[in-house]
């Protein structure tokens, strides 16, 4: 018996720090194979059929809602009174892209163009296409300030240009027409006799140029080589760097291309990256950590300096001629417009700006833009951009249709792009990136507490056989005595 207990303990022993050995080795090789396996599902590599299906066609749903700031006293603006806007919205669009002509380079890059596909939901709308709303129109008072500057009797002849095709300084149109475009007489004659003059030939719209369209071609890092430049833009339109902006550090192509970023993020990372819309390279900066569905994230917002004019921000003065901070001038990219961008109702810009419009009321919850990134691969669970277009406007000598206009920048509409990673993408992404991960970190502990507890299970069994502690046995039973003999006993005694 004594001898079948000491090999149980050595066999327990033996089993004990085998076991405990191993969960000490998954410990240390553990994460490196659980990086090692993020490496390979986030790389561009068509061999990776999740990461590289989820770049190539975004599958999770994808909207842009559309709020426009319908006019409430246009005529009364035309005197010089501060305008009144109500919002109007939200019009929302269910947003397609596709990434066509995808080619990969010897030097561990990929190019493409991605294409964008928009299409009205009724039944996410607070209305139809067909809506109309009043907002500045953009072909006269946008070409009023951009001839500001040129002889008086070319003001009076394009005032009377604008007289002769009816064109006046606000516009009733549906939101489909403002939004994709309407016909206009003045578009076709401008066309006509003056080609290059508006930057687009057909129909004219706030949104004209994006549906159907591509973002320009990106050609960005695949991170075979080097995972930390996975989804980097190396060039956008052949182009290192673009010429818009006054400064080599505001002309600069930094980051991604706004979908994906590098993983193994920390609470010190950012997230830059190119919009082409915008025409310039933002960052967003880290706020806080959160959980979603079980995944854990980092959010991501945008700072305040994102449009801080040159004077609060120094870095900014290539983005100039700045005016409040809040807004950014876009005109260099936009064929010379005075547009300008900012977040929506000026949300987090100087409050100077709300002072000149009426119906504004910025909040950061509906105003405030965030990206949510699962920090270990770099891919976003939840995204809202929102972004906001203003106008420039006011009275210009010569141009009879700004009349008495005060000089206020004007918003005109804002959108958000939203999101989220849901369904059946949510459960793979979940169950690859996440439980899997995390089961093989809990693994490597409960192997070492089995082995720990092999290895006392057998220092128990070999103390006992070194006290020499036996099994153990009844003690015999006391005998009985007749009740007579007690008697006796008790009676002689």
Known sequence: MAVSRTKLAVGLGIAGILTAVFGVILVFVGPIVIDDQIVKNVEINPKNSLSYTMWKDIP????????FFNVLNPKEILRGEKPMVEQRGPYVYREYRQKDNITFH?????????YRQYHFVRDMSVGDESDVVVIPNMLVLGAAVMMEKMPLPVRLVMSATFTTFNENAFLNKSVGELMWGYDSELVDFLNKYLPGMLPTTGKFGLFSEFN???????????????????HKVDSWNGLKKVNYWRTEQCNMINGTAGQMWPPFMTEESTLPFYSPDACRSME?????????????FFRFVAPKTLFANGTD??????????????????????????????????????????????????????????IDIHPETGVPLNVSVKLQLNLYMKK?????????????????IWFEEKGYIDGPVRTTFYVNLVLLPTIMEVMQYVFIALGLF????ALFLKLRDKVGIGPWHAPPPEPRVHPLVSAWLLCCH
């Open 212 to 230: 159907n369209s591509n973002t320009g071609l990106f050609t960005v890092f695949t991170g075979q080589d080097d995972i930390r430049k996975v």
């Open 284 to 296: 967003l900066v880290y706020e806080r950590p959160g959980v979603t569905s079980g995944i854990p």
């Open 454 to 457: 092999l290895v006392l299970s």
């Open 60 to 67: 999770v749903p994808f909207f842009m809602s559309v709020y």
């Open 396 to 412: 210009v000598l010569g141009i009879s249709q700004t009349d008495s206009i005060s000089e206020v920048v004007m918003p005109m």
């Open 313 to 370: 921000y120094p870095p900014n003065e290539g983005f100039c001629p700045c005016r409040q901070s809040g807004i950014m001038n876009v005109s260099s990219c936009r064929h010379d417009a005075p547009v300008f961008m900012s977040h929506p109702h000026f949300y987090n810009g100087d409050p100077v700006l709300r002072e000149f419009v009426l119906g504004l009321n910025p909040t950061e919850e509906q105003h405030g833009l965030f």
């Open 106 to 114: 010897p030097n561990n890059t990929v190019s493409y163009l991605e």
